[in-house]
């Protein structure tokens, strides 16, 4: 099996988030698949495989931490996206049937993709108790996210307060299905962000997950209510750092980057 490491949501190496992307020419068992994202041990693997033509989608597509399927994941995504379409694969839009339904991936003439992808429906909620000591800092609001990405996210204070959290990993696996997202407003908007974000994901394995598209899915309809704006950029604030383009249209969310190819080569076992 081929198998290539792809940064996506950057369009330079060693930033945004690498993803695994695996083409095949069907799935193999799920503790196959398991074995090889551990061993990849990034954040998500893509494996992908072609569908007959005529179908709704053209490619079937699955993703895995090191320790868990995923439903939703938006950089792995587009980093198969790019495979596809810088090796030749697949020409124009991509239709990718996934267990969140068929998401469409469409490549632009200035080298970036455009994911289409079902908007996270929002339900405030009370701040779970334990959270803020888990996280090191007391939340303004916190919202559900829904099924898809099964995350909790939360308002923070201010940028600083985001870049500057070192949250217990351990404490947050007991208050999400998937684990936090933290944000808060773009303290210098001129910069070229509109809010800034930090996820936690201890509970698929992934203690920060460097640029997560699928929590921009929840970011957008979020930030867009209160800027009044349907289209904004995010800045993930994690070390390697990644910048993610969304457009809010009501039950979709447009989710725009760049990805590069690091690393290509065989698997042999």
Do not use: Y
Request: proline residues 7%; negative net charge.
């Amino acid at each position: 099996m081929r198998i290539r490491i792809v940064d996506a949501f950057t369009d330079r190496p060693f930033a945004g988030n690498p993803a695994g992307v695996l083409l095949l020419d069907a799935f193999p068992g799920d503790g196959r698949l398991q074995d090889v994202a551990l061993e990849v041990n990034h954040a998500e693997t893509a494996f992908a495989h072609p569908l007959p033509a005529g179908g709704e989608a053209d490619w079937a597509l699955r993703w895995f931490t090191p320790v868990a399927e995923v439903a939703m994941c938006g950089h792995a995504t587009l980093a198969t996206a790019h495979v596809l379409h810088s090796t030749g694969a697949h020409a124009g839009p991509v239709r990718f049937a996934t267990r969140s339904g068929v998401l469409v991936a469409t490549p632009a003439e200035d080298g970036s993709i455009t994911l289409d992808f079902p908007t996270a429906p929002l339900t405030r909620v009370e701040v779970p108790e334990g959270v803020a000591e888990a996280l090191g800092t007391e939340p303004l609001t916190a919202f559900d996210t829904g099924p898809n990405i099964g995350d909790l996210l939360l308002e923070l204070a201010d940028e600083q307060t985001v870049r500057a959290l070192r949250p217990d990993h351990k404490a947050l696996c007991a208050h999400s299905a998937r684990g936090i997202i933290a944000t808060a407003r773009a303290e210098h908007p001129g910069l070229g962000h509109d809010f800034v974000s930090r996820c936690f994901f201890p509970n698929v394995g992934i203690d920060e997950d460097p640029v997560t598209g699928s929590a921009h899915t929840a970011l957008a309809p979020f930030w867009s209510e209160r800027l009044g704006r349907a289209e904004l950029t995010g800045l993930q604030a994690s070390p390697r750092s990644g910048h993610v383009r969304t457009e809010l249209r009501g039950e979709r969310t447009l989710l725009n980057g760049r990805a590069i190819t690091v690393i290509e080569g065989d698997l042999l076992a």
